[in-house]
């Protein structure tokens, strides 16, 4: 059982490179995010999808773009890399319709950006 | 403004209770939400709570009063195991999550 998988689990790349975070679910879950997590802060979501074909922002958006072709794939991608998007990014996906809102997130990607 | 407070750090001893506390403030509320996250991992989900009251599962209890904005994790017996940051989330009118900053574990023998 895989759940989510996010690659890659960690990378270094220069400013002004374009990157992008992959992440796959084989859940079926119509819902996928992804956070950003940084030291003293709680996760902030970056961008949503509630189901393939749609996307939304959520609190951090600017410097991102996501895409979701299809419901198993949402990838994440930073067009120009500045250093403030050094970060742990999280994919995380949850089904729809349950009450209880439960996440379920990948591994994490560690992204540092000089 | 949206806000989730609950302490940075806590010591416990192995065999212990612990409760780790948070207050929320969000525009509607429509659960609150624990997940443990070991260091370096993900985080997990523990708890889910929409109504006041105690829930219990096995050595971890979750407390909501939605009058007071307040809930508290409650671990029992602690184990080594149990090391790890919790982190309170609280969904709002849009059924958007609002996080802590998490509440890190440290248990000693």
């Known amino acids: 059982i895989a759940g989510i998988t996010q690659a890659p689990t960690s990378q270094i790349l220069a400013a002004g490179r374009r990157m992008t975070l992959r992440c796959t679910q084989d859940m079926r879950h119509n819902a996928m995010y992804w956070y950003r997590q940084d030291l003293g802060l709680g996760l902030r979501l970056i961008h949503y999808?509630?189901?393939?074909?749609?996307?939304g922002k959520g609190e951090v958006p600017d410097g991102y773009s996501v895409s979701r072709a299809n419901t198993d794939d949402f990838p994440l991608t930073l067009a120009s890399a500045v250093p403030s998007q050094t970060s742990v990014y999280f994919c995380?996906?949850?089904?729809?319709?349950?009450?209880?809102?439960?996440?379920?997130f990948g591994e994490g990607s560690r992204l540092t950006v000089l | 403004g949206q806000n989730i407070d609950q302490p940075t750090e806590m010591t416990a001893t192995e065999g212990a209770i612990v409760q780790i506390n948070c207050t929320y403030q969000?525009?509607?509320?429509?659960?609150l939400f624990w997940y443990q996250q070991h260091a370096g991992e993900a985080p997990t989900f523990l708890s889910y709570n929409v109504l006041d009251g105690l829930e219990e599962k096995g050595r971890f209890s979750s407390f909501l009063s939605r009058s007071k904005g307040y809930s508290y994790l409650l671990l029992k017996e602690l184990q080594m195991k149990d090391s790890a940051s919790y982190l309170c989330?609280?969904?709002?009118?849009?059924?958007?999550?609002?996080w802590g900053a998490g509440t890190k574990l440290i248990i000693k023998p």
């Open positions: 995380a996906s949850s089904r729809t319709g349950d009450v209880t809102g439960e996440l379920f």
């Open positions: 969000t525009s509607g509320f429509n659960g």
């Open positions: 989330a609280s969904m709002d009118s849009n059924y958007q999550l609002i």
């Open positions: 999808s509630n189901t393939a074909g749609t996307t």
